[in-house]
């Protein structure tokens, strides 16, 4: 079950990163968890583990890193495809 929440809360993160920096409408729900995912864990690595929890997920850290992860990834996505 905690499996399941993970996924669901990677989801949102990812969810939310998109909608910061607006390629949100551009990714599916698979590229939605994996930035959430990704982007908990680099944020974690990076600010620590402060905030609200959900699912073990630091909340505020791993949104900043989905941020983080979604603007890098769209960068080189567009970069390579010049």
């Known amino acids: 079950m905690h499996v399941l929440w993970v996924l669901i809360i990677g989801a949102v993160i ?8 607006s390629k ?3 990714m599916g729900w698979i590229a ?4 959430g995912l990704v ?5 974690q690595t990076i600010l ?6 959900l699912a073990d997920m630091a909340l505020i850290p791993s949104i900043i890193g989905a941020v983080i992860v979604v603007v890098v990834v769209s960068f080189l996505v567009n970069r390579f495809n010049k």
């Open 39 to 43: 982007g908990s864990y680099v944020g």
């Open 14 to 21: 990812g969810a939310i990163a998109g909608a910061i920096t």
């Open 24 to 26: 949100g409408t551009s």
């Open 48 to 53: 620590g583990n402060w905030g609200p929890h």
């Open 32 to 35: 939605n968890i994996v930035a």
